[in-house]
């Protein structure tokens, strides 16, 4: 099955830019990312993240705010918040130069046993497992597990398999091959025709590939609904920054939870000192995050006074806009009162 993988992957792998280096540092740039991202969205924003800070010593001293912009639109922006925390302790700890063990390498913030195993065996050859959900779903169906694979215990045992395959392997090959296979063939609709390592899948055998993996979460979306406020004074707009939370160091317009936007302004003024005059209703725009989904009833209202938080058109593209409330922008500029 090794065998048959590798020689699958040298001749089909798929031609991606973090594949064209052996730097641990971009290799590490390009796991990040990747994580709960789709290849294709992540490439031009790896390819402009490079291109901006090409080793560990740029982006440590890089300002918060530039590299949130550089982000900006790829969503999970805690991401952006660990590389930069995790370049600094490079340059601390380790004098600029990227870990070269396991070991040390899962102990870099935002990094876990997937995207270390990925680093490890693909800049440094280390014979290390990284098992993600197409490697989980490739098991699944070549071993015939029929257990449930978002289980941890499932997840283990497929890791202990994984670790057996890998020794005496080119690791890098190895792991790539495994995720270009889930990328391209063995997905959700398998082409099993055309899979190189079909001869001895179990689920291939017994016509289960359409029932395998059993993979069932228990995951409950909570809603909110906010009252979301486009305030704005002559042709500037309010936003702040949000200092804690899943969105945090990126830009919104304020938002509160709450059922009239009276109440809205009553928020606003005890938070903020400030009264606004209500213009009008604009529109209702939907986010869906993992394990939430927002619902926004944007309406228009008016600032009294300026303040220290109203940006222009020009400057809100200067500052990380979340995408969020980047739709709710969207929404306000085909409003009649834009």
């Not at 098992?131 to 070549?142: E, P, Q, S, T």
Request: proline residues 3%; hydrophobic residues 35%.
């Amino acid at each position: 099955m090794q065998d048959e993988l590798i020689d699958w992957y040298q001749h089909h792998k798929r031609d991606l830019p973090w594949r064209k280096t052996q730097d641990p540092y971009k290799i590490w740039i390009s796991e990040i990312m990747l994580q709960q991202t789709t290849t294709e969205a992540v490439i031009p924003y790896y390819l402009r993240f490079i291109d901006t800070y090409d080793n560990v010593s740029t982006l440590a001293l890089a300002q918060e705010e530039d590299i949130y912009k550089l982000w900006e639109g790829l969503g999970y922006y805690r991401r952006a918040k660990y590389l930069h925390i995790s370049a600094k302790m490079i340059v601390d700890d380790y004098h600029g130069e990227f870990p070269k063990t396991y070991e040390e390498v899962i102990k870099l913030k935002g990094v876990g046993e997937y995207t270390a195993g990925a680093i490890c065996s693909i800049a440094y050859g280390l014979e290390v497992p990284a098992v993600d959900g197409n490697v989980l779903r490739i098991m699944a169906r070549y071993y015939g597990i029929k257990d449930n694979i978002a289980k941890k215990r499932t997840q283990k045992q497929t890791y202990d398999i994984v670790a057996k395959l890998i020794k005496g392997c080119d690791a890098s090959t190895f792991n790539q091959g495994l995720m270009d296979l889930g990328a391209t063939i063995c997905t959700q609709k398998p082409k099993c025709d055309i899979c190189p390592i079909n001869t001895h899948c179990l689920s291939y055998q017994e016509n289960l590939q359409n029932i395998l993996p059993i993979n069932i979460k228990n995951i409950k979306k909570t809603e909110h609904h906010y009252i979301t406020g486009i305030i704005t004074y002559h042709d500037q707009y309010m936003l702040i920054k949000n200092t804690s939370g899943m969105l945090e160091n990126m830009y919104g317009f304020i938002q509160y939870e709450c059922e009239s936007p009276y109440t809205y302004m009553e928020l606003f003024e005890e938070e903020f000192q400030h009264k606004l005059s209500l213009i009008s209703y604009i529109d209702e725009v939907k986010h869906v995050f993992t394990h939430r989904k927002w619902t926004m009833h944007i309406y228009h209202f008016m600032l009294d006074t300026p303040n220290d938080d109203l940006y222009t058109l020009n400057n809100i593209h200067q500052i990380p806009l979340s995408t969020a409330h980047n739709k709710v922008l969207q929404a306000y500029k085909k409003a009649d009162d834009y």
